[in-house]
């Protein structure tokens, strides 16, 4: 009887402490957020994330969400792969319908003294400084139809969490991270496609 006692008030107890936050996935600045969920017991945190894609110098994508999120999701995080990078900034918050703001643009970095290599094209052997806190080699495989592209670069924890990720067989990623300098040896690779990035990003912060 006790026992039933003490679950039936854990259960209420988890139900009165049930976060609830915006939830709005990839969408433009401009755009209001106005949908709402309520967040698993596990992810009590309201966040709004920002990610923006860099390529030859140039801004060439700039997209907000606002979920519930785990402590692990919230901050910034990058991956840089030579001739483009994309970078996540995550806000977070503890209060009913707290992340009304969107995520803030990411920070400048500076080199850290980790190198990796990155492809430029048709090799991988170029020497890539990564900044910030991308401590980590990363090798990436696209699979885009009949297309196949490598890039290597620099990473931040948070990239490197998801090892594989699927999406419905039309874009299929391999992903695997290493620490020590240049531990994501060269190797020939295709044409990158910088347009590839932000949808495999996303995939890795939103799954």
């Given at each position: 009887?006790?026992?039933?006692?003490?679950?039936?008030?854990?259960?209420?107890?988890?139900?009165?402490?049930?976060?609830?936050?915006?939830?709005?996935?990839?969408?433009?600045?401009?755009?209001?957020?106005?949908?709402?969920?309520?967040?698993?017991?596990?992810?009590?945190?309201?966040?709004?994330?920002?990610?923006?894609?860099?390529?030859?110098?140039?801004k060439?994508?700039?997209?907000?969400?606002?979920f519930?999120?785990?402590?692990?999701?919230?901050?910034?995080?990058?991956?840089?792969?030579?001739?483009?990078?994309?970078?996540?900034t995550?806000?977070?918050?503890?209060?009913?319908?707290?992340?009304?703001?969107?995520?803030?643009?990411?920070?400048?970095?500076?080199?850290?003294?980790?190198?990796?290599?990155?492809?430029?094209?048709?090799?991988?052997?170029?020497?890539?400084?990564?900044?910030?806190?991308?401590?980590?080699?990363?090798?990436?495989?696209?699979?885009?139809?009949?297309?196949?592209?490598?890039?290597?670069?620099?990473?931040?924890?948070?990239?490197?969490?998801?090892?594989?990720?699927?999406?419905?067989?039309?874009?299929?990623?391999?992903?695997?991270?290493?620490?020590?300098?240049f531990?994501?040896?060269?190797?020939?690779?295709?044409?990158?496609?910088?347009?590839?990035?932000?949808?495999?990003?996303?995939?890795?912060?939103?799954?």
């Open positions: 009887m006790h026992l039933l006692t003490l679950m039936f008030g854990v259960v209420l107890l988890s139900k009165a402490h049930t976060l609830k936050c915006y939830q709005c996935l990839l969408v433009t600045a401009s755009k209001n957020c106005t949908e709402t969920t309520e967040c698993p017991f596990q992810a009590q945190q309201c966040a709004a994330m920002r990610i923006t894609s860099y390529g030859g110098g140039l060439v994508l700039d997209e907000n969400s606002k519930c999120a785990s402590t692990e999701e919230c901050g910034e995080a990058s991956v840089n792969f030579g001739t483009s990078q994309t970078m996540v995550s806000k977070c918050c503890t209060s009913n319908l707290c992340n009304t703001q969107p995520a803030p643009e990411p920070s400048k970095s500076n080199p850290n003294g980790k190198m990796c290599f990155y492809c430029d094209g048709q090799k991988c052997n170029n020497t890539l400084n990564c900044e910030g806190n991308q401590d980590y080699c990363i090798s990436t495989t696209v699979n885009a139809k009949e297309l196949k592209v490598t890039l290597k670069g620099c990473a931040s924890k948070i990239m490197c969490s998801k090892q594989t990720t699927q999406t419905g067989g039309a874009l299929a990623t391999e992903i695997s991270c290493c620490q020590g300098n531990c994501n040896s060269a190797s020939s690779t295709s044409a990158g496609l910088l347009l590839l990035l932000a949808p495999l990003v996303s995939l890795v912060m939103l799954s």
